[in-house]
């Protein structure tokens, strides 16, 4: 036999080349797990060369190691084919474990080819040095190399499996998997190499037509190192390439997320808005038919919201109304659907056993929200008006529950608020009336069926007549003379008010001048203003402009404001009805006493007149406290200087003690009804009502 010997820097350098091929076929599973389409056969394919070349390379350069005291040399074809066969076993072995899954049968059946693959390329390699006579081998050392190809290679697959998915401590893993796998492929290339016998006096046949070791070596080695390297650098570029853009990604999406979120929820309260709403609706509805179930619809609105509003601001407001959203979220089931839909309106989607128990949860939200709330040291409250609408006794359908449960909520609410209704059929009627009547009174001023009635008030007890107030009235052609205030809250609601309200002034001041070009006319001219009207800037113009139209001059015109409506914003009502003082128009306070006025405030209002309402003057005879109101209220007329006028005077009684009480002027059903143009000017021309002159 020859005895051989072996290169130790060689062997050491096959092993390293072991361990980078096993690194880079690590790296590179990863690559070709995460990438996607077409760039995970690229990463595939370029994987197996560099793995193939990798594996081969070790392999070759143990084979440069190996001396004989022979001359030796490898034949070109036969070690190319042993190249291929390595690269196609890395292409198995890439693709078995870059699956969604590695079961056992196939870790095993992989593990078998690619030790076959690798042993195959082994012996293929060997026979490339084309021994005469042929090498002998030691059957138990070759079964050994075999068995070491096969443990080494599912040893392989399984960690490079395992290693795929990036993370914490990967590469680290990785390296060390590298390194026993180097081993194991440099075990298996010595084992093998042990396993041959060369008899004496054998020859290597390819010798001459061959390649000759010597810058063999060091070509290859290079070659390997490039190859291995530019697979690795070109991976880690690629990875960081695909982690950015992974990146963005994630940040697109969080983007996405948040813009859903908000498209969802109310800015201010985080509750689900209009749209969620309806969603969960649509579900709640589903479901409830699939099990044949119930639920309850609650429609919310705030009493007193707008008062805190207009008193301590908007962001006050803005504060309670979250610090609500947040104790009823506290109070109900995470299952059930609290939204906001409105400016104070909310809407909770709730399901329930039994209506009794809506009953129970309806009285335990109201008062929740009756507590006060303290914000920024302010103690603030409010009420709440429910209307519930159950499914599906009051509706099958979203939009058909959420009216129902509306239209409930605006009977509780003119119940006198704090308190909840059930949806009642006849709600609806109502409801739909009010629909009717909305689109009737748009038509109702084009028709010409707006008309105005005139009310006289007299100086106290019983004349002169001191003025009119005009007194709006729709004449409509099927339900007939309606009063004011069952269309006005609708006109505000609606703004139609604002051109009714313009109608009005003009109508008056019309009729003002028809009186006077007739010879008898009262003296002065009273008009309601609502809030809405006295809230838009272009009231002083339109005042103006409609003084100017009849030719009027502004001290027969009367503006009265409510005294809720003057104390709204009071800063801006103030200058507003400081400008229409200027101009010369009168201001008349109307419904005094039934508002929250600062004596402060008051000094400093131009007004001409308080209106004392009539709610005082009702009970006034019997009751002490009224009579107290009305004393106290015309105490304080006369220390401002301001004329006392006593509405809705019914009864002589009333008459006389009003006068005694120091009311400049009274109003009512005693002394005059609101009555047409006509009549007044029938009663002015006959003297039946002396009208104070000048
Ligand atoms: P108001 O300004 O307080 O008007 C007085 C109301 O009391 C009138 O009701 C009048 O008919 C009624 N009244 C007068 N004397 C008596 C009486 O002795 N007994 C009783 N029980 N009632 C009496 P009307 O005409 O139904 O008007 C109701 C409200 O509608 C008015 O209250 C006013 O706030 C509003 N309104 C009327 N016309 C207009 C208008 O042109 N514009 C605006 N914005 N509101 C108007
Ligand atoms: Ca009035
Ligand atoms: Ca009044």
Redesign the pocket.
């Known amino acids: 036999m020859l005895t051989g010997s072996y290169s130790s820097l060689l062997v050491l350098l096959s092993l390293l080349v072991a361990i980078l091929a096993a690194y880079t076929a690590l790296d590179l599973a990863g690559r070709i797990t995460t990438a996607q389409g077409r760039a995970a056969h690229w990463w595939l394919a370029g994987g197996a060369c560099a793995m193939g070349i990798g594996i081969w390379s070790m392999h070759f350069i143990g084979m440069l190691a190996f001396r004989l005291p022979i001359e030796l040399g490898y034949d070109p074809h036969i070690t190319l084919l042993s190249l291929l066969i390595a690269i196609a076993s890395s292409a198995l072995a890439l693709w078995l474990v870059s699956r969604q899954t590695l079961p056992w049968s196939r870790l095993v059946g992989g593990a078998l080819l690619m030790g076959a693959g690798v042993s195959a390329m082994h012996y293929t390699g060997m026979a490339a040095m084309r021994m005469l006579p042929g090498i002998v081998y030691r059957p138990v050392l070759f079964t050994l190399s075999v068995i070491i190809a096969v443990v080494a290679s599912g040893a392989a697959l399984w960690l490079a499996f395992r290693l795929r998915h990036h993370g914490a401590g990967v590469r680290l893993f990785r390296a060390a998997a590298a390194v026993l796998m180097g081993i194991a492929i440099v075990g298996m290339h010595y084992t093998g190499m042990a396993a041959a016998e060369f008899p004496l006096g054998s020859v290597c046949g390819a010798v001459r037509d061959g390649f000759s070791t010597g810058w063999l070596a060091l070509f290859i080695i290079s070659v390997t190192f490039a190859v291995l390297a530019i697979a690795l650098i070109v991976s880690v570029l690629d990875l960081r390439l695909e982690l950015r853009t992974a990146v963005l990604a994630s940040s697109l999406n969080e983007a996405n997320q948040e813009l859903q979120y908000l498209a969802l929820h109310d800015n201010l309260t985080r509750l689900p808005n209009r749209v969620l709403l309806g969603d969960r609706l649509d579900q709640a509805i589903q479901r409830a038919r699939r099990e044949r179930g119930l639920f309850a619809l609650m429609f919310m609105d705030l009493d007193g919201f707008k008062a805190v509003n207009d008193a301590y601001g908007h962001r006050i407001g803005d504060l309670l109304l979250v610090a609500i959203a947040q104790r009823i979220t506290a109070a109900v089931r995470a299952q059930d659907t609290l939204a906001r839909v409105g400016g104070d309106e909310m809407v909770l989607l709730s399901s329930v056993g039994d209506p009794s128990d809506v009953a129970t949860m309806a009285e335990k939200l109201t008062a929740l929200i009756r507590e006060p709330v303290s914000v920024e040291g302010h103690e603030l409250r409010v009420s709440v008006s429910i209307g519930i609408a159950l499914y599906p006794g009051d509706g099958t359908v979203p939009d058909e529950l959420l009216s129902n449960a509306d239209a409930a909520m605006y009977h509780a609410k003119g119940q006198g608020r704090d308190s909840y209704r059930f949806f009642e059929a006849s709600m609806n009627a109502n409801m739909h009336n009010q629909l009717q009547l909305v689109q009737d009174l748009r038509q109702a001023q084009v028709r010409g069926e707006l008309v105005l009635h005139y ?1 006289p008030k007299f100086r106290a007890p019983a004349g002169p007549m001191t003025g009119v ?4 009235r729709w004449q409509h052609p099927e339900r007939g003379l309606i ?3 069952d269309f ?1 809250p609708l006109a505000e609601k609606t703004g139609l ?1 604002l051109p009714i ?1 313009a109608w ?1 002034l003009d109508e008056a001041c019309r009729q003002m001048r028809s009186w006077r070009d007739a010879g008898q006319a009262p003296r002065s001219i009273a ?4 809030a809405l ?1 006295f809230s838009h800037t272009s009231l002083i113009q339109t005042v103006r402009e409609t003084l100017d139209r009849h030719g009027l001059e502004a001290a027969c015109l009367t503006l ?1 404001v ?1 005294e809720s409506t003057a104390m709204r914003d009071a800063d801006a009502s103030l200058s507003i009805l400081q400008i229409l003082h200027d101009m010369g128009v009168h201001i008349s306070i ?2 005094f006493g039934t508002g929250y006025s600062s004596l402060l405030y008051l000094k400093r209002l131009p007004a001409s007149e308080l209106k004392i309402d ?1 709610g005082f003057v009702r009970d006034l005879a019997r009751d002490t406290e009224d009579a107290a109101i009305v004393a106290a209220i015309v105490a304080l007329g006369q220390t401002l200087d301001l004329k006392i006028v006593a ?4 009864t002589a009684d009333q008459q006389t003690f009003l006068t005694q009480l120091g009311c400049d002027a009274l ?4 002394l005059g ?2 009555m047409t143009a006509e009549r007044l000017a029938q009663l002015l021309a006959a003297g039946a009502v002396p009208s104070e002159v000048k």
């Open positions: 009310q107030e005009a007194l709006l009063p004011p205030n006005i008010i309200g009005v008009v309601n203003l609502s009207q009265e409510t109307d419904d009539r509405e809705g005077v019914e109003q009512g059903y005693l009804k609101p």
